[in-house]
């Protein structure tokens, strides 16, 4: 039977290509892709990221090809991202601790909880974060993602994170331990070297953030704990980390790999790559 992937994307602006990279191998395959946002509006590609003259201020260099923006132009005017579902909808909201009826709020939220990320994880054979500066705003402590992450890593499912969106992964914690999904694990994300010092931006906000508000690497360095590793393989053209069932990217070159490594972890048990 064809693989059915969750792709979740940011409605403040994902990467193009980190995109494309994923969502290409996924149709070389035959897999079935459905599309998801925090609160169902549709994403949109920042437009940086369809601009091949774009050059990225870190690594003084274009790292978009003409044809890598046609691809990405492509997908993001089709129809294919119109009607994403929505977590708000799928998945309840924790109640606050001052709610007037906390212990019955929460009993019902936990009740419907359980449902919900069971009917998702069932559906869908991985789960794909797409990356770009979006994922910062409105996924990285998005706790309804955490929970179907939480969901996904309990059935032993696989699940892809590019750049920013590799984030979500250190922020899904066991509620009763604080304990990330990353503690003891490998993993790449973007390092400090590549961070803007300026330009940070977003879809649908008229302002420059400037740099990114948190460093992802020490981020991810403090999530991972004195057992694991975060792999930044500065001054190397890819960095993709298999540590099952997590696969990490580091940012926009490494979404066609990242992808198809993904498929390998599908179709062929792949555990272990790049550490």
Sequence with gaps: MSKRV????????????ELV????????????????????KRPQALPPSLDPHYVDPPLGR?????????????????DRLNHPLSLADLIPERPYFSSINHLRDLEQYHRHLDTAVSDLVSSFDA???????GPIVDL???????????????????VLAECYGVAALAFARDWESRASLLAGRHVT???KEYDYKDGTGFVGVDF?????????EYILRDATGPDGEFHGNVGKETSVIVDYPFITARSTPDSVLSGELLVQVLENGLRRYGW
């Design 208 to 216: 420059n953030m400037g740099p990114p508000p948190y460093p992802l």
């Design 140 to 158: 990285a402590n998005n706790e309804r993602l955490h929970e179907l992450l939480l969901g996904f890593v309990s059935a032993d499912k696989p």
């Design 127 to 133: 789960l794909v974060i797409v990356g770009g500066s």
């Design 62 to 78: 274009s790292v978009t090809t003409r044809d890598m923006a046609r691809r990405a132009q492509a997908l993001d005017a089709s």
């Design 189 to 191: 994300g973007h390092p």
């Design 6 to 17: 969750l792709v979740i994307l940011s409605e403040f602006g994902y990467w193009g290509e």
């Design 21 to 40: 990279g994923p969502v290409e191998a996924f149709d070389a395959r035959g897999y079935r892709t459905t599309f998801a946002t925090p609160t169902g």
